[in-house]
């Protein structure tokens, strides 16, 4: 066996907690299973870090991939089911599996081809030309496109100067008569997450002074988040009209090129959603995947925990730099590199990384970087110290 159970805990960083972490993992994987892991192999053979010789920390895609169970579940699939009509024969157990996920029903979920497509057909329900979309500035900028491709005002609402954080106060007050309130959390690109209490706060109140509002809580990367108290609240969209959630299978769950979301919230608020554009379907081999992927806990939880040690040796970095970035709660960071985010973006290119695109209105500022696996990190470090005159 080449990867001892203490070097494991070692690496999980020691201590009561790692240990105890360590042990159930090693309990659910084997050994074995968690070095590929650990190697950033998932359980798809050897994962390039690299689209050609460039080290992608642009898209918040997670280098990593899917865990093993997911690849698992593909190559033991019965293939003499594939292609067998409508709708795909694993569709009804996914849907189950993600409502099952928040003590829903599956007529509380509806599914897209990524979560992308949920936010366009939010916006198509909710706005118009004269209901307003309501979203955070700089938060991600899909619903806002949208919103302007059909017309329908967009009320943007500045993050905390100081924190980058949400200004739910600040959307409170822009939502009275909107058609729909778009909270990212946590939000992308400023990376900072709202506690479930501050959620449920804010969305309560929008409710009473503004009922018809519909409220879309984005919760791409909310698996990544550790702050206490940052949780789902999937269960305000069971209760309440017109409130819902989106997740994604691109980020944690490491499969963005299978195009896989859902949203979950009250059975009238999906199909309100559903019939505003057009979702389409998910495919046979996409459901079997996200069915395999939701049913390892212990791959969520390595996933997590692998991405904060990645996070938090990447952010040290940047500070030790002398770089300030708030506290990250997702896969990337967002930091002040004091000088406009082209000058840096296209000078890490030249040297074969790349990073996030301008994020309007903290473009002249501030950057995003991805964050890929250890090793992808490592070797980006002394191209973005170079760049940023740290060398
Ligand atoms: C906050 C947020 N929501 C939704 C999406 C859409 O992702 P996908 O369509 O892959 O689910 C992204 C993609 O980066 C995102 O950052």
């Known amino acids: 066996m080449a990867f001892s159970r203490r070097e494991f805990v070692r690496r999980l960083g020691g201590g009561g907690a790692g240990v105890a972490a360590a042990s159930q993992l090693i309990r659910a994987y084997g050994t074995d299973d968690l070095l590929a892991l650990e190697q950033g192999r998932g359980g798809g053979g050897q994962r390039p870090a690299a689209t050609g010789d460039i080290i992608k920390l642009s898209s918040n895609e997670n280098?990593?991939?899917?865990?093993?169970?997911?690849?698992?579940?593909?190559?033991?699939?019965?293939?003499?089911?594939?292609?067998?009509?409508?709708?795909?024969?694993?569709?009804?157990?996914?849907?189950?599996?993600?409502?099952?996920?928040?003590?829903?029903?599956?007529?509380?979920?509806?599914?897209?081809?990524?979560?992308?497509?949920?936010?366009?057909?939010?916006?198509?329900?909710?706005?118009?030309?004269?209901?307003?979309?309501?979203?955070?500035?700089?938060?991600?900028?899909?619903?806002?496109?949208?919103?302007?491709?059909?017309?329908?005002?967009?009320?943007?609402?500045?993050?905390?100067?100081?924190t980058l954080a949400l200004d739910l106060e600040g959307m409170i007050k822009a939502s009275i008569g909107a058609g729909l309130v778009f909270l990212c959390n946590p939000n992308n690109p400023t990376s900072t997450v709202q506690t479930s209490a501050d959620i449920e706060q804010t969305v309560r109140t929008i409710k009473q002074r503004s009922p018809e509002t519909g409220i879309l809580i984005d919760e791409a990367y909310l698996e990544y988040a550790t702050k206490p108290g940052a949780f789902t609240m999937a269960k305000l969209a069971l209760e309440l009209p017109g409130v819902f959630i989106s997740r994604t299978f691109s980020k944690a769950y490491g499969m963005a090129g299978m195009r896989i979301g859902y949203a979950v919230g009250q059975p009238d608020t999906m199909r309100k959603v559903g019939n505003a554009w057009g979702l389409g379907s998910i495919g046979e081999l996409q459901?079997?995947?996200?069915?395999?992927?939701?049913?390892?806990?212990?791959?969520?939880?390595?996933?997590?925990?692998?991405?904060?040690?990645?996070?938090?040796?990447?952010?040290?970095?940047?500070?030790?730099?002398?770089?300030?970035?708030?506290?990250?709660?997702?896969?990337?960071?967002?930091?002040?590199?004091?000088?406009?985010a082209v000058e840096f973006r296209d000078g890490c290119r030249a040297l074969g990384v790349a990073v996030g695109r301008d994020f309007p209105p903290m473009e002249k500022t501030y950057a995003r970087i991805s964050l890929g696996r250890m090793e992808d990190m490592e070797k980006a470090l002394p191209i973005f110290r170079k760049v940023l005159g740290r060398g």
Not at 104 to 114: F, M, S, Y
Not at 297 to 304: G, L, R, S, T, V
Request: hydrophobic share 40%.
């Open 287 to 340: 459901a079997v995947a996200a069915t395999a992927a939701l049913s390892d806990k212990a791959h969520m939880q390595w996933e997590k925990m692998e991405n904060k040690r990645v996070r938090d040796w990447t952010q040290n970095q940047f500070r030790a730099m002398g770089f300030e970035t708030p506290e990250s709660e997702t896969n990337f960071i967002f930091v002040n590199i004091q000088r406009p």
């Open 63 to 162: 280098l990593r991939g899917p865990g093993p169970k997911v690849i698992e579940a593909l190559k033991n699939y019965n293939f003499s089911n594939l292609g067998l009509g409508y709708a795909p024969p694993s569709l009804n157990g996914f849907v189950e599996a993600c409502a099952a996920m928040d003590g829903a029903k599956p007529n509380n979920v509806i599914l897209g081809t990524g979560s992308g497509d949920i936010l366009t057909a939010a916006v198509m329900a909710y706005c118009n030309g004269d209901k307003a979309l309501v979203t955070g500035d700089p938060s991600y900028g899909s619903p806002a496109q949208t919103a302007q491709r059909i017309k329908a005002p967009v009320r943007f609402i500045a993050v905390h100067p100081k």
